[in-house]
């Protein structure tokens, strides 16, 4: 077959998504010796965000689109370039697949955010999302959901029949497994200004990331407890953040939080290593990550119990309602102090995360190229 995978969106924003496609393309590649492939990219000053490996140079073809991701006219533009390849198959990572392009389409599908909760998206985002998911999944020949929980909602919100949509699980960087030097990690703390034991939330700002809450139960536990480790923020400034700088001040803790921007790969890695316990109170989660690199470096876990969060920390570990302020600062408090407890919680959390690898989700998702 001549396979061809959209690898657009890592030009056009790092994120999840991008990461997917990143370490998704060299698994295949090593995987798989019968099949042909062209990965579609975009270029920047003359250059591919797509890195090259030994591996994919050895298997696939490159070639650039001028069609930008995310755009009004993608569907049409994107369907006129890719006609002259004669793809058999052709993979939309990023959900949205061209109205031609390939003789069967496959889309992945991360989450339905913007059907739970459109109260979280700009207008523009509400538009373009929810104008094309229907379209998008009715169109689509087979449909990979990064979850369980993904699947469901697809299969109960948007009428698709069982057999059209198959779980893929993904996986994290690999570096995420690595050792690192105490001295390697304390460099990285002394040039944020950050101890040891803090307590650390990964993520785009966002309001489906549940931060305002997070921020009034960390309130609470600096006042009723004996914590005082700061609270560590890494992530860009996404969409509608406003409200977490407001609770910020209103609740005066500008001092006590650190918010950090640009911290990717090793810097990421030393962070969780150092980190007391990582936080992840979403409303909403397609997949969850950081929670997956976090295990992946001995670190205890809490995880709100909605979307797939439950999903990918397993069944031994810390699940919590995101509205209650209550119960999610008496159980960072617990984390921080119990030194039994966070023992346990590192060695289940790394034997979750060992069920999660990019060749698993290659081997699955050349299975559904294949079908």
């Known amino acids: 077959m001549h396979i ?10 790092m994120g999840g998504i991008s990461q997917y496609v990143l370490h998704l393309l060299p698994a295949l590649a090593a995987l798989d010796d ?8 975009s270029w920047k000053d003359g250059r591919s965000y797509i890195p090259s490996s030994p591996c994919i140079e050895g298997s696939f073809q490159r070639r650039n689109l001028y069609t930008p991701a995310h755009h009004k006219i993608e569907r049409w533009a994107l ?9 058999d198959v052709f993979h939309s990572p990023d959900f949205i697949p061209p109205q031609r392009g390939g003789r069967r389409h496959i889309i992945t599908v991360h989450d339905l955010n913007f059907i739970y909760y459109p109260q979280f998206l700009t207008a523009e985002s509400r538009r373009y999302y929810a104008d094309q998911i229907q379209w ?3 169109h689509a020949d087979h449909i990979s959901a990064d979850s369980e929980a993904t699947r469901r909602d697809l299969i109960n919100h948007l009428n698709l029949p069982p057999e059209k949509v198959s779980t893929v699980y993904l996986a994290a960087n690999p570096l995420y497994q690595r050792e ?3 001295d390697v990690v304390e460099q990285t703390l002394a040039a944020h200004h950050l ?15 549940n931060i305002p809450m997070l921020l009034r139960a960390y309130q609470k536990l600096r006042m009723e407890t004996a914590v005082t480790v700061p609270l560590v923020l890494v992530g860009g400034k ?10 910020m001040d209103e609740l005066k803790l500008r001092s ?24 992840t109170p979403s409303h909403y989660e397609g997949f969850g990550l950081p929670a997956l690199e976090a295990m992946h470096s001995d670190c205890p876990v809490i995880v709100s119990n909605r979307g797939s969060l439950p999903e990918i920390v397993g069944q031994n570990s810390l699940q919590l309602d995101p509205d209650d302020v209550d119960l999610w600062a008496e159980t960072m408090e617990r984390v921080l102090s119990d030194s039994k407890m966070r023992e346990e919680m590192v060695i289940n959390g790394r034997l979750q995360a060992q069920t999660f690898n990019w060749q698993k989700t290659a081997r699955a998702t050349l299975s559904l190229y294949r079908k």
């Open 34 to 41: 019968e099949n042909r492939y062209t990965i579609f990219h």
């Open 195 to 209: 101890p040891r034991g803090f307590i650390l939330c990964v993520g785009t700002l966002e309001p489906r990331k």
């Open 4 to 13: 061809g995978i959209d690898a657009r969106l890592p030009y056009y924003q």
């Open 136 to 138: 998008a999944v009715d």
């Open 238 to 247: 996404g969409w509608m953040y406003e409200d977490i700088f407001a609770t």
């Open 79 to 87: 369907s006129a370039e890719l006609l002259r390849h004669r793809l």
């Open 180 to 182: 690192y030097a105490a």
């Open 256 to 279: 006590h939080v650190h918010h950090l921007t640009g911290i990717f790969d090793d810097a990421l890695a030393h962070l969780y290593h150092a980190a007391g316990v990582l936080v």
